[in-house]
């Protein structure tokens, strides 16, 4: 399938109610109002495609965009194509798929570090969530997201809006580690309520110590009795 191709059937899967829909989400430009469900399947259909995503990518169109980090290739997305998709990173939505791809790219991990300490919004945001992915990865050792515990307390109430919720999530995903949720917890007490303003959405931003212990005791009672 083509380029053009693709773009009429995202024409064709868009609606207006979904367009409503990221607009409160704080989708701000060219979109055709595609279901995550429908970008899925089109992906599903296109399979990985590396060539098409970065066409995809260079149009600017959100639906595009974000079918684009379901099918271009992570192995291929070098230190200049990640600098060049997180500046243009405008919203949450984008923000938080590009990040998915992002952490499987080979200089997914030095990258982050980079954009952690950001001043621009969504550049920063990308890379706490990259972190927060990173936490789920045993490969990742524990004092390396350790020693980000001081950094999210000190500066979490400082950093811009989406920031500070990316660097909430972050500091979850780290405290759902056995060796590291005590020290998470003192972090969550230390910083208090976090606030991001979710715009015309019902979003809320979890409490991470509440969090923690709820998806804690979830995950042991659903692990199979010996």
Partial sequence: MTAEEVFQQLESLGSEQTRKTYRRHGVLGEMYGVSYANLGALAKKLKRNHPLALALWQSGNHDARMLATMIADPAQLDGKILDTWVADLDSAPLTDAFAKIADDA???????????????????????????????????????????????????????????????????????????????????????????????????????????LKTVEHREKSRPQQ
């Fill in 106 to 212: 080979p200089d997914g991990t030095k990258k982050s570090a980079k954009w952690r300490k950001s001043k621009e919004e969504w550049v920063s945001s990308a890379g706490w969530f990259i972190t927060a992915q990173q936490a789920g990865n045993p490969a990742v050792a524990d004092d390396s997201l350790a020693a980000l515990l001081p950094i999210i307390e000190a500066t979490i109430h400082k950093a811009k809006n989406r920031t500070r919720y990316a660097m909430n999530t972050a500091l979850i995903s780290i405290g759902l580690r056995p060796g590291l949720r005590q020290q998470a917890i003192a972090t969550a007490r230390a910083i208090g309520k976090v606030e991001v303003d979710h715009g015309q959405t019902s979003c809320k931003t979890p409490d991470a110590e509440s969090y923690i």
